[in-house]
């Protein structure tokens, strides 16, 4: 069973970065698995913000591009949401989500073709 475990979030000002991180419990599903990051508001959808794929090709949504980098470390079983120039709107619980099957990135960045998902984490931006 894979298990994704969130750390980081916080609260921080309008402009500052922040970072989350996420740890899989199982060996190896980083080098090979379609990895995102997805945020939810309460009353909202989950949206995609990015993904990146087994091969390291990332792919974002218009919104955070520029200022939002995913990366991964193979080694560690460990994805990154490196997040800059935050702004009040990106205000949100921020989910990591996994799965070995679906295509990555663009129109499949949809939170029911993924399969193992973090516990979330709540990052607050203020103005």
């Known amino acids: 069973q894979v298990q994704l475990v969130q750390s980081g979030g916080g609260s921080v000002q309008a402009g500052e970065s922040m970072r989350l991180s996420c740890a899989a419990s199982?060996?190896?599903?980083?080098?090979?698995?379609?990895l995102a990051w997805f945020r939810q508001n309460p009353g909202k959808e989950r949206e995609g913000v990015g993904s990146?794929?087994?091969?390291?090709?990332?792919t974002y949504v218009e919104s955070v591009k520029g200022r939002f980098t995913i990366s991964k470390d193979n080694a560690t079983n460990t994805l990154y949401l490196q997040m800059s120039s935050l702004k009040p709107e990106d205000t949100g619980t921020y989910y990591c989500?996994?799965?070995?099957?679906?295509?990555?990135?663009?129109?499949?960045?949809?939170?029911?073709?993924?399969?193992?998902w973090g516990q979330g984490t709540q990052v607050t931006v203020s103005s």
């Open positions: 989500a996994a799965d070995p099957w679906t295509k990555c990135g663009g129109p499949y960045l949809r939170r029911a073709n993924f399969g193992y």
């Open positions: 990146i794929d087994s091969n390291g090709a990332t």
């Open positions: 199982v060996g190896s599903i980083y080098s090979t698995y379609c």
